[in-house]
């Protein structure tokens, strides 16, 4: 099984007193990288992904840059759960890849953990994309980092 980890791209800051942190947009810039990331991910990915998606705005715009359909789940939101997120994914024993769009640090506890089986506060920059892979190699399960791209290499 592939899991695809997709933090949002750059949103906009919150400024006293307006709004709540679930209704902040994707800026200009972080539009770009999103529409970039989602290009890259549309030649890579198969067309079985599952994509699961925060509903906070900033997660549901860049995850709409694929142009694929999506499904939102409130496990997914700001400060989730990194239990939540894998049992979502049903991580390691669905049979199509899943796609995640969703926060920090919850990305980076999960992608710790799914790696070392640790969960560490790892970085994943704005708009980054971590993509892992659970295999069986002569009976024994292993997880391959099978990439990391953040969109301002692209």
Known sequence: ???ILWRHAEAFELRDGEGDDLSRGLTPKG??????MADWLNQRM???TRILVSPAKRCQQ????LGRSFKT???LAPDADGEAL???????DAHEPV???GHQPTLGLVASYVLNGVPQPWAVKKGAVWWLRNRDREGQ????????QGPDLL
């Open 1 to 3: 099984m592939d899991l």
């Open 141 to 148: 399960a292993q997880v391959v980092l099978q990439a990391v």
């Open 46 to 48: 198969a067309h079985s």
């Open 73 to 75: 789940l409130e496990a």
């Open 31 to 36: 539009e770009r990288q999103a529409q970039r």
């Open 86 to 92: 894998l049992k979502s994914a049903r991580w390691p």
């Open 99 to 101: 796609l995640v769009v």
């Open 62 to 65: 860049t995850a709409k840059a």
